[in-house]
């Protein structure tokens, strides 16, 4: 079982930036990788970032390559999302997830074991 957490939401302007946490308890966190994914209003959800256990690799959705950076602490269970030049378009509510049954990092929904609650980004213009 994995227990996920996120943090850091809140309301920016277009072109700020803002950090999301996303703690994690139960399993071992070096032993998983973990993804982020964002749900926008009216829209179905879609893959935003993913980190293997290690912290390398990484992979991004087009949308938020060289804009976002996802890392990972594992000595805090940890991951992070930083997020600059934001835009409107990336307001939505932004969760974590666990994958802890894939080797290899994935960017498909349906291979993530565990899901957080989720944290509202809200990007003004």
């Known amino acids: 079982q994995v227990q996920l957490v996120e943090s850091g939401g809140g309301l920016v302007q277009a072109g700020g930036s803002l950090r999301l946490s996303c703690a994690a308890s139960?399993?071992?966190?070096?032993?998983?990788?973990m993804g982020w994914f964002r749900h926008p209003p009216g829209k179905e959800r879609e893959f935003v970032a993913a980190i293997s256990r290690s912290g390398r690799p990484t992979t991004y959705a087009d949308s938020v390559k060289g804009r976002f950076t996802i890392s990972r602490d594992n000595a805090k269970n940890t991951v992070y999302l930083q997020m600059n030049s934001l835009k409107p378009e990336d307001t939505a509510v932004y969760s974590c997830?666990?994958?802890?049954?894939?080797?290899?990092?994935?960017?498909?929904?349906?291979?993530?074991?565990?899901w957080g609650q989720g944290t509202q980004v809200t990007v003004s213009s």
């Open positions: 139960g399993r071992t966190f070096s032993t998983y990788n």
């Open positions: 997830a666990a994958d802890v049954t894939t080797k290899t990092i994935t960017i498909a929904t349906k291979e993530y074991d565990y």
